[in-house]
């Protein structure tokens, strides 16, 4: 294999803020913004990339709560990107709360890719996805986002988290995110959470009902479940370089656990954007992943065992979408 990063993106953390409180967030939140000049090196550090296609991705925190500079190093990259002829696109994760007709205009212009979070029907959205002020409601909230992007044409897929408390209503939650209209989705599953064994049956079981209650929709493409082609598995290995806010770089794992409580420091140091830090010198697999997750906690037992509980549940999950996703795209 050959050395560099093997994956042709970063995620900007443009913000540490959040409307809301997810039960199953790691991010440590924080009043802290990415500042225009570190988004540029961040888009710098991006370009030096020797791959033809790239991406740029924006998380946080809520990155609309950020958006002048999501839209300022989102274009600046594009013509850092022409004037290199390398193949650019964008990707955000978003809560929609702050969809805004500006931003889903400017949105689909740039043709962003928004994973936008979901959990289903508005009792197990709010009660996963409580906000942090009195007198939002993130259902409706996020709900109006759907409707407004779905309107509007923008590119986006539901990203719908199962926890072990409501895994058993996954299916009927799936089946009220369809009649909203939405026809492209990720089926997840809560990390930091410990997974017994009935609740991981419970989410095959559950996954396996909307698999065959769509089949056909799915074999002839009307409905895109990412699970059964593109998802990676375990997800708590399968990490991404991000930049914080402060320009400093990390895998994501590093951040997986975060708000699981102090952690020893991460073991590897990957340096700033503002160091002019070569992006194809920065190499990691998953054992990067493990390793750092292994012994950021090894303080902390609770959290290994919830680290290698969701790394088995993670392998079952990608062998069964894995199994499916090859009956159901074999007989399209
Ligand atoms: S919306 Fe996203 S960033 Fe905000 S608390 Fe929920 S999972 Fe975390």
């Not at 809560?95 to 197990?124: I, Q, T, Y």
Request: include cysteine; aromatic fraction near 10%; charge should be positive.
């Amino acid at each position: 294999m050959a050395l560099g990063n093997p994956k042709g993106n970063i995620q900007l953390f443009v913000t540490r803020r959040c409307q809301l409180r997810c039960a199953y967030c790691p991010v440590r939140k924080a009043d802290a913004d990415m500042s225009p000049r570190t988004a540029r090196l961040g888009v710098d550090f991006l370009m030096r990339h020797r791959s033809p296609r790239l991406r740029l991705d924006f998380g946080g925190g809520e990155p609309l709560l950020n958006f002048p500079v999501v839209r300022e190093a989102a274009d600046y990259a594009a013509r850092r990107a022409r004037a290199l002829g390398k193949d650019l696109s964008f990707y955000m994760v978003t809560n929609a709360v702050a969809l805004d007709d500006e931003a889903l205009d400017w949105l689909v212009r740039r043709r962003v890719l928004l994973e936008l979070s979901l959990d289903g029907r508005r009792p197990d959205h709010n009660r996963h996805k409580p906000a942090l002020e009195p007198g939002l409601d993130p259902y409706a909230a996020t709900r109006r986002g759907l409707e407004r992007a779905l309107a509007a044409g923008a590119d986006f897929f539901v990203i719908a988290v199962a926890s072990p408390a409501d895994v058993r209503r996954l299916a009927d939650n799936f089946e009220h995110l369809y009649s909203l209209g939405a026809r492209s989705f990720d089926l997840s599953y809560a990390l930091g959470s410990c997974w017994g064994r009935e609740d991981q049956e419970a989410f095959f079981d559950q996954a396996g009902r909307i698999i065959r209650r769509h089949r056909r929709a799915l074999a002839r493409g009307e409905l895109r479940l990412g699970n059964l082609s593109q998802r990676n598995e375990p997800t708590v290995l399968s990490s991404e370089l991000m930049v914080d806010t402060d320009g400093s770089l990390h895998l994501l794992s590093e951040w997986m656990f975060e708000s699981s409580g102090p952690s020893r420091p991460a073991p590897y140091q990957w340096g700033k954007v503002q160091d002019g830090t070569d992006i194809n010198a920065v190499y990691w697999s998953r054992f990067h992943c493990y390793y750092t997750l292994v012994r950021m906690y090894e303080d902390q037992p609770a959290v290994r065992r919830a680290v290698l509980n969701n790394i088995d549940f993670g392998r079952r999950v990608g062998r069964f979408f894995a199994a499916l996703g090859e009956e159901v795209h074999g007989r399209a």
